[in-house]
C-alpha cells in the first residue's frame, strides 16, 4: 500500500484515467501521527482532501494496462540484454521464455526502480533501511492511517483498498544486521508494542507472512538518457 498525494490527480488527468476504480484506491478519512512529540496529532478528511492509498500491485496492473489501450507494447516477462549505444540511438535485446527482439530506440528510460538493469549515476540518499511489512485483518484494526516514530526507526499503517490493514516497520540496517527469519516476527511486534498506537494490533494474528524489503532511498541522476 502506498500514499499518493494531491498531485497524482494531475497526472490521471493526463492519463485520460478518470475517476479512480474503489478496487485500488481508497479515501483516507483520517491520519494519526506521533512523531517529534508525546502528543499525537489528528489530520482530518479536510486537511487530506485528494490524497489517495492505493493497492500498488492493482495500481501497477491499472498503468500497464492505460498504457496498453495507448498502444504503447508490452514485452512481459522479459529482460534487457545485449545493451549498446550508437549513432544517437540505443540497441538492446529484449529476451523472454519464448524468443526474443531486436530494438532500437531514440531515448531509453530506466523505471524499473532500485533493482534496476541501469545502475550508473545513482546515489543513495538515505542510511541503509529494511521494511518490515506484515497485515492484519481489517474489522479489528482502525480506520485510519497511522504514523509514529521509534528511536530505533519508525511505523507506517493503513487500510488497503478492499483488502486488509497492512502495518511497515522501517529499521536502520545496520542495527540489526545480521537479521534472522525467525527472529523477524518477534522483533516486528515487540517494536508495535512499544507504540502508542500500534499497541494496540501488536498481538493479533497474521494474514499470511512477514516481508523484509530493501527500502534505502536513492537519487538517479540520469534515468534517461
Known sequence: VESLTPGIWQIFNALGLGEPSAACFLRPSETFIRWSES???????????????????KFDALLLK???QHGVQIFKP?????LSRGLNRWRFQIASTTNSHQLSAKFLVDASGRAGFWRRGRTQTSPRTLAVSGSFASQSCPGATLVEALPEGWCW?????????????FLDRDSIWPLRRNTLEGLWRSALAKTKLFSRVADLPLMGTLSCRDATTYFAEDPIS
Open 66 to 68: 492505460s498504457a496498453q
Open 39 to 57: 502528543t499525537v496529532d489528528r489530520l482530518g478528511p479536510d486537511q487530506l482532501a485528494n490524497t489517495l492509498l492505493v493497492d500498488r500491485g
Open 157 to 169: 499503517g493503513a487500510p488497503i483498498p478492499d483488502g486488509p490493514y497492512r502495518v511497515m516497520l
Open 78 to 82: 522479459a529482460q534487457i540484454a545485449n
